[in-house]
């Protein structure tokens, strides 16, 4: 393969055969899988190789393809997926480095199709937000690659059907980050329902929250849709086509709870259970005991 001067980086062919180490050895990638990249030019992106186990990657078995997937330099054949990788970097040009990966508690959701609850845990709330869930295709080509694009703009971690996860930033380390941090929360997930059920934070604490991310400098979609529910994963609805939304089966349903942009409902007088304003609450109470007492 013909010599490329971006190709010559040392940093970063070692950083992706750092975070192929730590993928393996978290679990996240058996034998092969998996495939890391970060982008180095306008046009040129650096990348793991195809077959081969990304725990005991060197610096010479990294390769570089440009922006449609052609192969620039490197001794081995870039991954098929790179394509995967290429398009989000198209879609989101702040983004220099994807990390995909099949993270074995984040991967169970992805297989069972299961909505990943949110208004659970602070630091998912602050630092990572809703996960949407890709609709599955074949790996490989583009089709599978293109998949991800409706939930590109306000997402920077997404479980793939069937498949796995794939997480990005502005560098290696903190799209392994996402990756690790997802994968953590769905363990936890999968521990709190087999000991009874996981608990919603209330909508006052979960605004508390979001708050605290605002202030923190961090985006996040319900920021910017009024109707966009604070805890029922609605933010990615419109990229969904009918029937791919993930739904929340294995868990208790979330509570309904207005939109961040919206009124609380504990200051206009509503419940946070569904939305139910105190007067029909009681009328509701009152119509129960009176049917039971005839």
Known sequence: MSYHPLFNNPRIKEQI???????????????????????????????????????????????????????????????????????????????????????????????????????????????????????YETPGAQGFADTVVPFLKSSNTIILANHGTVSFGKDLEEAYWKTEILDAYCRILILSQQLGGITYLNEKKSRELLDLKKRLGFDDPRFHDENCDLCSNTAFRDGYKEGDAPKVSAFEAPPQFPGYLQKPAYESGKGGAGNVDMETLVKMITEQVMAALK
């Open 17 to 135: 055969c750092e975070i192929g180490r730590r993928v393996y050895n978290k679990g996240f990638a058996a034998a092969n899988d998996g495939n890391i990249s970060y982008r180095v030019g306008e046009n040129e992106v650096i990348c793991s190789p195809t077959y081969i186990c990304k725990g005991f990657m060197t610096p010479d078995d990294i390769c570089m393809v440009d922006l449609d997937g052609n192969q620039l330099a490197g001794k081995r054949k870039r991954t098929s997926e790179i394509l995967l990788h290429l398009t989000i970097m198209k879609h989101r040009p702040d983004v220099k480095a994807v990390v995909h990966c099949h993270p074995p508690h984040a991967t169970a959701f992805a297989v069972c199709r299961e909505a990943i609850p949110q208004c659970v845990l602070p630091e998912i709330e602050v630092f990572m937000g809703e996960v949407p869930l890709a609709p």
